[in-house]
């Protein structure tokens, strides 16, 4: 089967216009986010289940589905001060709408939500994408109150019963990034009723993000991420820039760091960094709660001459370094099934960019000396070259039913001559062949 050309009418995803209550919601969701990617590659480890635990809703109304859709909007903030108190109230049948839609938003999933007085059980069933036997990750959640904030007190996932101190850990660390932004103030859970009140400050979504960042790591990040915008600041346009030179130019300021400095760490670092950057995202002390730097739009970045290359290259490098290739592999691999059902298409040059840029997170953290020799050889410049593959030829803007017929099944070898093709390619880069 012929490769064919990128699609010539592909454009670069714009970066999301922002308001304060889509702050919130994103906020409130990418929790739940993040619940959803950890389930989707653990489910996969397991065996997924061949049916789902919450069943297709088919007693939603158009008029539901119009609600849950206008929420936000109907919600919004207008006029609020920093540091206001606002409470949403929302029936269990409303809180089941509202996660269907942000589950819907994400990708083939649904979800139920039961309240009790001091207790709630959440049921989501995500679909992967496309595989012939139907398999869905289940997840089943059960908290209770616990003071201001509640705790999840069961967790299963795909039938398998997750252990007690791994939820715990995960509970813990999601509660005190939430704890630390100052976000959320009270959630009560009554009989058919939750009441959420929360403090609405800027740059809740970066506060919470940085609150996953581990303590010791936060110095590093906070660090590039000056060195970052000090660069920046001497543009005097607001035009693209090349990740290819933001890579160079942070690289080689690790390198100048003392000889004592653990060069992985800092490349780690610099990756955080940058995944942060080109997704349009700060990096942020949760712990500072004054802090509230100058808001500033973050320039385009590109490879290949692409802002959604960029962005994949480095959520995958970042994802890699904080679990490991598979988890990096998997994510990118779910988001282009679910842009293909119904999205902008499934592309193999963003699985280029992906898998590009988990090599390249292995080859900078994987040991100290191929760390320090790749700040050594950004001393004296990068070019995307040097790490990404062309991508000419990579068939792109693929839906699913064309995805379906020419890449599953019998002829799935086809998907894997293609990724082949591209790991070919990769390996053909300057940085792969000398480190």
Same mark, same amino acid.
């Given at each position: 089967?012929?490769?064919?050309?990128?699609?010539?009418?592909?454009?670069?995803?714009?970066?999301?216009?922002?308001?304060?209550? +889509?702050?919130?919601?994103?906020?409130?969701?990418?929790?739940?986010?993040?619940?959803?990617?950890?389930?989707?590659?653990?489910?996969?480890?397991?065996?997924?289940?061949?049916?789902?635990?919450?069943?297709?809703?088919?007693?939603?109304?158009?008029?539901?589905?119009?609600?849950?859709?206008?929420?936000?909007?109907?919600?919004?903030?207008?006029?609020?001060?920093?540091?206001?108190?606002?409470?949403?109230?929302?029936?269990?049948?409303? /809180?089941?709408?509202?996660?269907?839609?942000?589950?819907?938003?994400?990708?083939?999933?649904?979800?139920?939500?039961?309240?009790?007085?001091?207790?709630?059980?959440?049921?989501?069933?995500?679909?992967?994408?496309?595989?012939?036997?139907?398999? +869905?990750?289940?997840?089943?959640?059960?908290?209770?109150?616990?003071?201001?904030?509640?705790?999840?007190?069961?967790?299963?996932?795909?039938?398998?019963?997750?252990?007690?101190?791994?939820?715990? /850990?995960?509970? $813990?660390?999601?509660?005190?990034?939430?704890?630390?932004?100052?976000?959320?103030?009270?959630?009560?859970? $009554?009989?058919?009723?939750?009441?959420?009140?929360?403090?609405?400050?800027?740059?809740?979504?970066?506060?919470?993000?940085?609150?996953?960042?581990?303590?010791?790591?936060?110095?590093?990040?906070?660090?590039?991420?000056?060195?970052?915008?000090?660069?920046?600041?001497?543009?005097?346009?607001?035009?693209?820039?090349?990740?290819?030179?933001?890579?160079?130019?942070?690289?080689?300021?690790?390198?100048?760091?003392?000889?004592?400095?653990?060069?992985?760490?800092?490349?780690?670092?610099?990756?955080?960094?940058?995944?942060?950057?080109?997704?349009?995202?700060?990096?942020?002390?949760?712990?500072?709660?004054?802090?509230?730097?100058?808001?500033?739009?973050?320039?385009?970045?590109?490879?290949?001459?692409?802002?959604?290359?960029?962005?994949?290259?480095?959520?995958?490098?970042?994802?890699?370094?904080?679990?490991?290739?598979?988890?990096?592999?998997?994510?990118?691999?779910?988001?282009?099934?679910?842009?293909?059902?119904?999205?902008?298409?499934?592309? +193999?040059?963003?699985?280029?960019?992906?898998?590009?840029?988990?090599?390249?997170?292995?080859?900078?953290?994987?040991?100290? $000396?191929?760390?320090?020799?790749?700040?050594?050889?950004?001393?004296?410049?990068?070019?995307?070259?040097?790490?990404?593959?062309?991508?000419?030829?990579?068939? $792109?803007?693929?839906?699913?039913?064309? +995805?379906?017929?020419?890449?599953?099944?019998?002829?799935?070898?086809?998907?894997?001559?293609?990724?082949?093709?591209?790991?070919?390619?990769?390996?053909?880069?300057?940085?792969?062949?000398?480190?």
């Amino acid at each position: 089967m012929s490769t064919g050309s990128p699609n010539p009418c592909r454009r670069s995803r714009p970066l999301e216009r922002v308001t304060p209550l +889509f702050r919130l919601i994103k906020a409130l969701s990418w929790l739940s986010i993040v619940s959803v990617i950890l389930a989707l590659a653990l489910g996969a480890l397991f065996l997924p289940d061949s049916r789902p635990i919450v069943e297709q809703d088919r007693a939603i109304t158009a008029a539901e589905r119009a609600w849950a859709r206008h929420w936000v909007a109907a919600n919004r903030p207008r006029g609020r001060q920093p540091g206001e108190l606002m409470t949403i109230g929302l029936s269990e049948r409303e /809180a089941t709408l509202l996660a269907n839609e942000l589950l819907g938003r994400f990708g083939q999933g649904r979800a139920a939500v039961r309240l009790d007085a001091g207790r709630a059980t959440i049921d989501a069933s995500l679909a992967l994408p496309w595989n012939p036997r139907g398999s +869905f990750v289940n997840l089943e959640l059960g908290l209770v109150a616990n003071g201001s904030l509640p705790k999840i007190e069961t967790a299963r996932l795909g039938g398998v019963p997750l252990p007690g101190t791994l939820v715990q /850990a995960l509970a $813990e660390r999601a509660l005190a990034a939430v704890v630390n932004s100052q976000l959320l103030q009270q959630v009560d859970l $009554e009989d058919d009723r939750m009441r959420i009140v929360y403090e609405w400050r800027p740059h809740l979504l970066e506060r919470i993000g940085s609150g996953f960042v581990a303590d010791a790591d936060l110095p590093n990040l906070l660090r590039y991420q000056n060195d970052l915008t000090k660069m920046l600041a001497d543009r005097t346009r607001r035009g693209p820039v090349q990740l290819a030179d933001l890579l160079a130019h942070l690289l080689s300021r690790a390198g100048a760091q003392p000889a004592d400095a653990d060069p992985i760490a800092e490349n780690r670092a610099i990756f955080m960094v940058l995944a942060a950057y080109v997704n349009g995202r700060t990096i942020r002390d949760p712990a500072d709660a004054t802090a509230s730097p100058k808001a500033s739009r973050p320039h385009p970045v590109l490879l290949r001459g692409r802002q959604d290359l960029s962005q994949h290259f480095m959520t995958s490098a970042a994802l890699a370094i904080q679990g490991d290739d598979t988890l990096s592999g998997m994510v990118g691999w779910y988001k282009e099934m679910s842009d293909a059902n119904g999205g902008s298409g499934f592309s +193999f040059a963003d699985m280029a960019a992906n898998r590009a840029g988990i090599r390249l997170a292995r080859l900078a953290t994987g040991n100290r $000396e191929d760390a320090r020799r790749l700040q050594r050889i950004a001393r004296q410049g990068l070019a995307e070259d040097d790490f990404m593959p062309a991508i000419d030829g990579l068939p $792109e803007g693929i839906d699913q039913q064309t +995805f379906a017929a020419n890449f599953s099944g019998t002829s799935q070898a086809d998907y894997q001559r293609i990724i082949a093709h591209i790991d070919r390619r990769i390996d053909a880069r300057r940085l792969f062949r000398e480190l």
